[in-house]
């Protein structure tokens, strides 16, 4: 079965800084991948997906993530972080017929 | 209006009572699932369903049990509840054309 591994648990960045947060499943072959986004005290949202085509993909708020199949990791980057962008953040990669979560990435963003 | 609605937000109970959690959906879609959160371990699948008559076993399902009562309707139960169930309860839906989940906005449950 699949997994999931997301390094950084706890990120602290000031504002403007650059963002990478690393994403990284354990097998290959045709993967569907996904960053979540859970903002606090609300629900996640999807920020951005990657089924097939260029392997770099845009989602919302400027947020960008490139799937490199080489290295099996979808990381995801941001060139300038606002301190709105504080929250929690989620891979997830497509496994038969349900989505295996990272344990998530707390991003603080401090003015 | 949410497209995904649990109920309750929040819920405080006692060691050895028996719980519903709730989740309707508005989306029209197949597929729902529960997944709990606890700091620390992500989002853990509990149960899904890809319609009134399909129920699976998630990674954790030990000690809860679900009910698919409708498309739009698939509630989560625990039995007895024990204290290390205290969690952030998440359903979610999905249809079948892709894998893109929309999630409630959660029930906090606390056994005490």
Request: glycine share 8%; proline share 3%; hydrophobic share 35%.
């Amino acid at each position: 079965a699949q997994s999931v591994s997301q390094h950084n648990h706890h990120v602290i960045l000031s504002e403007a800084a650059s963002l990478e947060l690393g994403c990284n499943y354990s097998y290959g072959g045709t993967v569907n991948l996904f960053w979540y986004v859970q903002y606090p005290g609300q629900h996640l949202q999807l920020l951005l997906k990657y089924f097939s085509g260029d392997p770099l993909v845009k989602g919302i708020k400027g947020f960008e993530a490139e799937f490199i199949k080489s290295k099996f990791s979808f990381n995801l980057r941001k060139p300038s972080v606002q301190w709105s962008d504080t929250a929690e953040y989620f891979c997830a990669v497509k496994d038969t017929d349900k989505l295996i979560f990272g344990t998530g990435t707390r991003l603080q963003v401090f003015p | 209006d949410a497209d995904v609605t649990q109920t309750p937000r929040n819920r405080i109970t006692k060691t050895g009572k028996r719980i519903m959690l709730e989740c309707s959906q508005t989306k029209g879609h197949d597929r729902m699932y529960w997944y709990r959160q606890d700091p620390g371990l992500g989002l853990r699948l509990i149960y899904y369903s890809f319609d009134v008559k399909d129920i699976n076993k998630g990674e954790i399902s030990d000690g809860y049990s679900v009910s698919r009562q409708a498309q739009a309707k698939f509630s989560l139960s625990l039995e007895s509840a024990i204290p290390n169930q205290t969690a952030l309860y998440f359903c979610a839906t999905s249809d079948f054309l892709n894998d893109i989940q929309y999630f409630g906005a959660g029930t906090r449950l606390s056994v005490l």
